[in-house]
């Protein structure tokens, strides 16, 4: 894909290195990006505040952003492109529209909007909106388009023996946690385990409502900062199969579905609408009951079985820029 000389305005949160792969791709196709991170602080209070009460932000997000606006309005960008949007109001998205009149605003949302409300009351200022979500997409009119893996996924090596049988990397959110347990039982071999609050006051909020989650955890198993790259990577490629949990009020597949395709892997899913992609193999990934997940010894046994290639680079990273760019 040719964005030469193309220059894009590009917002997204800092995490897991997702907005440097995103930015290094457009990058190697020509564009030139300015990167700035959509919410105000990576600090994990003012992440989990953002989520929980962004209104008690709203004089800092203000700031923020107009210290942006004041740097990059006097640059003729082609696009200014977001992806999920949590922070930003409707002010600073006129504010944008009003120092770059020419410019396209693209929108991607990869969280249900029934979980991000704040992007509900923005659709209508973006020339282009995109959901991973197939609800969403229905209910919004936006265009629909899964997420991706990185090509870092690609690289990585399979094996005749692995080191971990099963592996959960992510936020703790809804049952996650009792939906991993569940699944750990069934399971022989080691496994890989990182369950992630985003803070300490997620994981009280959570500790204090929900009863089966405050009677079988242990504090000492969860962890407050993310799992760096290197080592997500490194995981991945010593597990045999992944497992994933989409939330209950998501049909959109997670990134984890998509990156276990990119790395080869098996997985082992609650999302029943995985089934209406090109990639899905019922050798590859099973689909449980996230309340009584059951695995079958069949499924266990067996190996992972390559896709076409067609179907595998479908879900790259440059196959996803490329549908959000038209190009």
């Not at 309005?73 to 504010?95: G, L, M, P, Q, R």
Request: net charge neutral; charged share 30%.
């Amino acid at each position: 894909m040719d964005l030469k000389g193309k220059k894009i305005l590009f917002f997204t949160a800092s995490f897991l290195g997702f907005q440097d792969d995103i930015k290094y791709a457009l990058e190697k196709m020509g564009a030139q990006v300015d990167w700035y991170d959509e919410r105000v602080s990576t600090s994990t209070f003012t992440k989990a505040l953002v989520r929980i009460n962004r209104d008690a932000l709203a004089l800092k997000i203000k700031r923020y952003y107009e210290n942006i606006i004041n740097r990059t309005k006097d640059v003729n960008y082609d696009y200014v492109f977001f992806v999920n949007i949590e922070a930003a109001t409707k002010n600073i998205i006129e504010s944008l529209r009003h120092y770059h009149p020419d410019s396209v605003f693209i929108l991607y949302e990869w969280d249900s909007i029934v979980n991000n409300k704040n992007a509900r009351g923005l659709l209508d200022l973006f020339d282009e909106t995109w959901s991973f979500d197939k609800d969403d997409c229905k209910e919004f009119n936006m265009n629909f388009l899964p997420l991706f893996y990185n090509n870092e996924y690609a690289k990585l090596k399979t094996k005749e023996e692995y080191e971990y049988e099963v592996m959960f990397i992510g936020t703790t959110h809804s049952d996650r946690y009792r939906f991993v347990k569940s699944i750990e039982d069934q399971i022989e071999g080691d496994k890989f385990n990182w369950f992630y609050f985003p803070s300490i006051l997620l994981y009280l909020k959570m500790w204090l409502q929900d009863k089966w989650f405050r009677k079988n955890s242990n504090y000492s198993e969860f962890r407050f900062t993310p799992l760096c790259k290197k080592k997500l990577l490194e995981v991945v490629e010593n597990s045999r199969i992944l497992l994933d949990a989409q939330h209950p009020k998501q049909t959109g597949l997670t990134m984890r579905t998509l990156e276990t395709l990119g790395a080869r892997r098996k997985l082992i899913t609650t999302n029943q609408y995985v089934k209406e992609y090109d990639f899905y193999n019922p050798r590859n990934i099973f689909i449980v009951d996230r309340k009584k997940p059951l695995i079958t010894k069949e499924f266990l046994d067996s190996s992972f079985e390559m896709p076409s290639i067609e179907v595998y680079n479908k879900y790259s990273l440059d196959s996803w820029l490329k549908t959000i760019f038209h190009k």
